[in-house]
């Protein structure tokens, strides 16, 4: 946010804060005014005592005068907070997801607008309802066999001046009758006709509101949706329970417009799982500024978002914008300690990207996968490569069942040898999913909903081509399936997305010791696009039919991930085996009479090496350096990868030459 943006949200917060009157809080709610001024909004002294100023003569009686007003002002530069400085701003950075959703800043926790000064029960009804309408209000209640209060009459039907006049208003003769009770009060969100007191769909009057909660989120969570959504929010009141409830301000002419606006709504907030039993006009709230028991059904804010329905729908609309980034954005950006930095030593895997893992049927990729999300979730490096922190992994897959799965992760857990501290971090960190129905788009929005309902920093899904819908050799299928579905869900959620990709059938010998480690790539099936589209790509492949070696290849950004040998060095691949009498993959041992990992320091001679047949290098290698013949092609290949030889085609032979050759 530019400057002039932080002051004009500023201005427009503290517009919503309640007075400061003296003998009435006013030190405390001046001193609030200063701090979202100083730390929320992250202003500088002169642009916060301009608009304190501003506040002072509008919201304080008396007005303070300049000496007492700039010591509050320097209390709050100077005091510590309890929030991070421009914790409102990062609010207003929120975005419309391509598919037109609401996406939810979970590292912005809003503020309650009004913390000193209590809302009443009045408040509700003067702000949210006109003199003539007709509300329905109850507290009779009766009781599920859980323990669950609900309203057990239709309610009782008045206009709001005779509300204000004999329940809630100053001196109303009946104002204990809802003040407290064990099971609280109800109020309908709409006006009804007058004299129908049926309570039905039908006898709303004036389709005013629509009803929101969440169920399966805290209420901090919810009271920040509710914040940064930008909905026309006409009220928040914390129901006294698990919820709080928005009362979202359409102002439809009619039930169909009303439905319409209704889904908008339901549709914006799908990814966060609204309650769907709000659906229906007539629907009763808690009423806000009543006891339910020990607790307080607690008015939290009037008038939260846009200011009206046209507003918020202009709001959505212009979000569809791609985000501009600045070269002094780009010039400030500390790359050293970048805070989206999930998987690598460098930048190798940040939020939001993608990893495609290759390799042949039935090498175990399915115990590979395991024990990749299993070292990530725990905090493990997977063979050199690190993770920031215990990471939480999703997996989805649609190959294995329960059996499979308990098997590799009993195995994989033993041979991890896992601490007791590990074991309680996979069960919180560790989910699996089994789906082999969902494609295209309805996957996609699988994927969406799991990883916004757990918070996931990696989903791997497993197989690719089981999810994908379509011919992935096709170039449109694979970019609309990539960056048109999943792509929007990784920027809106700062997921990273791990697909697990079958190579096609095996290529001749010749053919796959000509290729280099950016050549392994394209080794998957499918489109190039697949290879365009993810950020890196690992290849494990069987080096040898005879015994159970691997290469583990990082064909792709691999530098950044910053594997090592194991004596330290940097590298792009290393050998694997199946370890002995248990399910785990591990480094494999150095092979006798060379060292495939240390190719580039023994052998880098063979850099000058002439044009040589495939034949005569290959016995070269058998007769003076006394390899094994499938040592002596493992070699081959390695020099190839390493950049040391260079094969070259003559007629239908293959020949090598050293890369430094004449």
């Given at each position: 946010?530019t400057?002039?943006?932080?002051?004009t949200?500023?201005?427009a917060?503290?517009a919503k804060?309640?007075?400061?009157?003296?003998?009435?809080g006013?030190?405390?709610a001046?001193?609030r005014?200063a701090?979202?001024?100083?730390?929320?909004?992250?202003?500088?002294?002169e642009?916060?005592?301009?608009?304190?100023?501003e506040?002072?003569k509008s919201h304080c009686?008396?007005?303070?005068g300049?000496?007492?007003?700039?010591h509050?002002?320097n209390?709050?530069f100077?005091?510590?907070?309890?929030?991070p400085?421009?914790?409102?701003t990062?609010?207003?950075e929120?975005?419309?997801?391509?598919?037109?959703?609401?996406?939810?800043?979970?590292?912005?926790v809003?503020?309650?607008?009004d913390?000193q000064?209590?809302?009443?029960t009045?408040?509700v009804?003067?702000?949210?309802?006109?003199?003539e309408d007709v509300?329905?209000i109850?507290?009779?209640?009766?009781?599920?066999?859980?323990?669950?209060?609900?309203?057990?009459?239709k309610?009782?039907?008045?206009?709001?001046?005779?509300?204000?006049?004999?329940f809630?208003g100053?001196?109303?003769?009946?104002?204990k009758?809802f003040a407290?009770s064990e099971?609280?009060?109800?109020?309908?969100?709409?006006?009804?006709?007058?004299?129908?007191?049926?309570?039905?769909?039908?006898s709303?009057?004036?389709y005013?509101?629509?009803?929101?909660?969440?169920?399966?989120?805290?209420?901090?969570e919810?009271?920040?949706?509710?914040?940064?959504?930008?909905l026309?929010i006409?009220?928040?009141?914390?129901?006294?329970?698990?919820?709080v409830?928005a009362?979202?301000?359409v102002d439809?002419a009619?039930?169909?417009?009303?439905?319409e606006?209704?889904?908008?709504?339901?549709?914006?907030?799908?990814?966060?799982e609204?309650?769907p039993?709000?659906k229906n006009?007539s629907?009763?709230?808690r009423l806000?500024?009543?006891?339910?028991?020990?607790?307080?059904q607690?008015i939290?804010a009037?008038?939260?978002?846009a200011?009206?329905?046209g507003a918020?729908i202009?709001w959505?609309?212009?979000?569809?914008?791609?985000d501009?980034?600045?070269?002094?954005?780009?010039e400030?950006?500390?790359?050293?300690?970048?805070?989206?930095?999930v998987?690598g030593?460098?930048r190798?895997?940040c939020r939001g990207?993608?990893?495609?893992?290759?390799?042949?049927s039935?090498?175990?990729?399915?115990?590979?996968?395991m024990?990749?999300?299993?070292?990530?979730?725990?905090?493990r490096?997977?063979f050199?490569?690190?993770?920031?922190?215990?990471?939480r992994?999703?997996?989805v897959?649609a190959?294995?069942d329960?059996?499979d799965l308990?098997?590799?992760?009993?195995g994989?857990?033993?041979?991890?040898?896992?601490?007791?501290?590990?074991?309680?971090?996979?069960?919180e960190?560790?989910?699996?999913?089994t789906?082999?129905?969902?494609?295209g788009?309805d996957?996609v929005?699988?994927?969406?909903?799991?990883?916004?309902?757990?918070k996931?920093?990696?989903?791997?899904?497993d197989?690719l081509?089981?999810?994908?819908?379509?011919?992935l050799?096709k170039?449109?299928?694979c970019?609309?399936?990539l960056?048109?579905l999943?792509?929007?869900?990784?920027?809106e959620?700062?997921?990273?997305?791990?697909f697990?990709?079958?190579?096609?059938?095996?290529k001749?010998?010749?053919?796959?010791?000509?290729?280099t480690i950016?050549?392994?790539?394209?080794?998957?099936l499918g489109?190039?696009?697949?290879?365009?589209?993810a950020?890196a790509?690992?290849?494990?492949?069987?080096?040898?039919k005879?015994?159970?070696?691997?290469s583990?290849?990082?064909t792709?950004?691999?530098?950044?991930?910053?594997?090592?040998?194991?004596?330290?060095?940097?590298?792009?691949?290393?050998?694997?085996?199946?370890?002995?009498?248990?399910v785990?993959w591990e480094?494999?041992?150095?092979?006798e009479?060379f060292?495939?990992?240390?190719?580039?320091?023994q052998y880098q001679h063979?850099?000058?090496?002439?044009?040589?047949?495939?034949?005569?290098?290959?016995d070269?290698?058998?007769?003076d350096?006394?390899?094994?013949?499938?040592?002596?092609?493992?070699?081959?290949?390695a020099?190839?990868?390493?950049?040391?030889?260079?094969?070259?085609?003559i007629?239908p032979?293959?020949?090598?030459q050293?890369?430094?050759?004449?």
């Open positions: 946010m400057i002039q943006d932080r002051i949200g500023a201005r917060y503290l804060l309640p007075p400061a009157n003296s003998g009435a006013g030190h405390p001046t001193y005014a701090s979202i001024l100083a730390n929320g909004f992250d202003l500088g002294y642009d916060a005592w301009m608009l304190l100023n506040w002072n009686s008396p007005a303070w300049e000496k007492e007003l700039r509050k002002l209390d709050a100077v005091k510590p907070h309890e929030k400085k421009g914790w409102l990062a609010g207003k929120r975005k419309v997801g391509a598919n037109g959703r609401f996406v939810f800043d979970p590292a912005v809003a503020q309650m607008v913390a000064t209590p809302y009443s009045a408040d009804l003067l702000n949210c309802f006109k003199d509300i329905c109850t507290n009779e209640a009766g009781q599920t066999e859980d323990g669950k209060w609900f309203p057990a009459s309610g009782i039907f008045i206009t709001r001046a005779e509300w204000l006049t004999k809630f100053p001196g109303a003769p009946r104002g009758h407290e099971q609280g009060a109800w109020i309908r969100i709409n006006p009804f006709t007058k004299d129908d007191f049926s309570g039905t769909d039908s709303v009057a004036s005013r509101h629509v009803l929101v909660e969440f169920d399966k989120k805290s209420k901090d919810q009271l920040s949706i509710f914040h940064q959504s930008n026309p006409s009220l928040l009141v914390d129901s006294g329970g698990k919820s409830h009362w979202v301000r439809a009619d039930k169909t417009q009303w439905e606006r209704r889904n908008t709504i339901y549709e914006y907030l799908a990814d966060h609204p309650d039993q709000n006009p629907r009763w709230s806000g500024g009543v006891k339910r028991g020990e607790n307080e607690r939290l009037f008038n939260v978002g200011d009206d329905w918020f202009a959505r609309e212009g979000q569809d914008t791609p501009e980034i600045r070269t002094d954005t780009l400030a950006y500390d790359t050293q300690n970048d805070p989206n930095h998987i030593h460098g190798y895997l990207g993608s990893l495609l893992v290759t390799g042949q039935g090498i175990g990729k399915s115990s590979f996968v024990q990749m999300a299993t070292s990530w979730a725990v905090g490096e997977l050199g490569i690190p993770v920031i922190r215990p990471l992994i999703g997996v897959q190959e294995c329960m059996g308990a098997e590799a992760f009993q994989v857990s033993s041979g991890m040898m896992l601490t007791g501290a590990e074991r309680a971090l996979c069960r960190n560790l989910r699996f999913f789906e082999a129905s969902k494609t788009k996957f929005d699988l994927c969406r909903k799991i990883i916004v309902r757990l996931l920093d990696v989903l791997v899904a197989p081509l089981s999810y994908v819908g379509g011919d050799s170039q449109d299928v970019s609309h399936f960056r048109n999943v792509q929007p869900v990784l920027q959620t700062g997921c990273i997305m791990v697990i990709h079958h190579e096609g059938k095996p001749p010998k010749e053919t796959t010791d000509e290729q950016s050549d392994m790539a394209y080794s998957g489109s190039s696009e697949l290879v365009n589209w950020r790509i690992i290849s494990v492949r069987r080096e040898s005879d015994k159970p070696i691997f583990f290849n990082l792709k950004r691999g530098k950044l991930a910053g594997m090592r040998t194991v004596d330290g060095k940097p590298t792009l691949s290393i050998k694997l085996k199946h370890a002995d009498h248990k785990l480094v494999a041992p150095m092979v009479g060292e495939l990992l240390k190719v580039g320091q063979f850099s000058s090496k002439p044009t040589i047949s495939r034949k005569a290098l290959l070269e290698l058998t007769r350096y006394t390899l094994q013949l499938d040592q002596a092609e493992a070699l081959i290949k020099m190839v990868t390493n950049g040391i030889i260079k094969p070259k085609k007629g032979a293959l020949f090598y050293g890369t430094k050759a004449e």
